[in-house]
């Protein structure tokens, strides 16, 4: 149990932060034009490649993975060519929207929610026409699908004027992404998730390619412009103002996390994926997403048993959990369990415990 009442975050987003990352957004502030912010800059750019496993770039946006959409969007689609989306839940639906309200040409490979994109698919995308950009969702929150990210590049690479984008917002540092390997071009993610940090800051690895690509691209926006990202990047600076305590937050945050391990710590998501499996099933639930494809950060939880989720998550709080209880258009169909962050197994055994005694097991 927690003290002074906290409800303890097992929802995909925003997760629970640790107090110690809590308490490094508390040093002194610093001004952002500073000596001072660019050592810690330079510091966090070092920790960041090695989280991305990039030798490229990668910039820090004050915003959610939403505005690096945007970014994306603007900076890697020419006004006369056209970008290929993958969609197959509520957050890769919207980035293809997004790419759509900024005057984008857009092809949608769609597949039934809770199913994953093959490479077969994007291959014969490919074939019939040509694409700016290939534009993929690595982790769909919603469903739970992690979709092929490294077979999906080894297809895109074929195509030598295709960038390959990609949104890691709920997959970065909980299962394996391996930037400069795959191919991948942008890599973009936000903090909230299996960061473990508080919402409020995103980062994206970015390739010299995208770079060449955003300087042929005339409308590239403002806030979200890539070669003046790249520009104050040089200087170990932002354009605009940043949000200079959630960076030391990470800055903490990426210590531990290389400390803990990249592989060690996506195994830990996996471990905590086989547990919530375990859970599930032998609680006669199934696994909305497609075998194969489940996604190590959070499991979506196909409602079989037909329980009430709003009692589920009221008799939950009672027990200081905040619990999901679905989303869009499968929410009470489904309910998820996000196993991301700094979460222990010692922690989601409590979660089931709780679970196990609002279903009288």
């Known amino acids: ?21 809590l308490e490094a957004q508390t040093e002194w502030m610093i ?19 090695q989280a991305f496993l990039t030798e490229s770039r990668v910039f820090v946006s004050g915003s959610s993975g939403t505005g690096l959409w945007e970014g994306a969007s603007r900076n890697c689609i020419r006004d006369d060519r056209k970008a290929l989306h993958l969609v197959g839940g509520a957050f890769s639906e919207r980035w293809a929207e997004i790419s759509q309200l900024n005057g984008k040409q857009v092809d949608v490979i769609e597949v039934e929610w809770g199913q994953a994109h093959t490479p077969e698919m994007v291959a014969d995308a490919l074939r019939q026409s040509a694409y700016d950009a290939v534009c993929v969702v690595h982790n769909e929150t919603s469903t739970g699908v992690t979709n092929p990210i490294q077979a999906i590049g080894e297809v895109v690479r074929q195509y030598e004027d295709t ?34 940090l508080p919402p409020g800051v995103a980062f994206a690895a970015v390739s010299d390619r995208v770079l060449e690509r955003a ?11 890539f070669i003046e990202l790249d520009k104050s990047l040089q200087k170990n600076n932002t354009p605009s103002t940043p949000p200079v305590a959630l960076m030391f937050a990470a800055d903490k945050q990426l210590d531990d996390i290389l400390a803990e391990g990249l592989e060690n710590r996506w195994a830990r998501h996996h471990h905590l994926r086989d547990l919530t499996h375990q859970w599930a099933l032998s609680r006669d639930f199934g696994l909305f997403a497609q075998e194969g494809y489940r996604s190590n950060t959070v499991t979506t939880i196909e409602n079989t048993r037909g329980i009430d989720v709003n009692d589920m998550a009221k008799f939950m709080k009672g027990k200081q959990f905040e619990m999901d209880k679905g989303y869009g258009k499968i929410k009470g169909k489904t309910f998820r369990i996000a196993h991301m962050g700094d979460m222990q197994a010692s922690v989601l055994e409590e979660v089931l415990s709780g679970l196990d005694e609002f279903l009288g097991v």
Not at 1 to 21: C, D, S, W
Not at 179 to 195: N, R, Y
């Open 1 to 21: 149990m927690t003290k002074n009442g906290h409800q303890r975050l097992v929802i995909p987003g925003p997760v629970e932060v640790r107090p110690e990352i």
């Open 31 to 49: 001004g952002h034009r500073s000596s001072v912010f660019a050592d810690l800059f330079a510091r966090l750019q070092t920790k960041l490649r």
């Open 163 to 196: 960038l390959l984008l990609v949104d890691t917002v709920s997959g970065f540092l909980g299962t394996e992404l391996r930037t400069d390997a795959w191919g991948i071009d942008v890599a973009l993610t936000s903090s909230q998730k299996a960061f473990a």
């Open 215 to 225: 300087q042929q691209v005339k409308n590239r926006g403002y806030y979200f412009d």
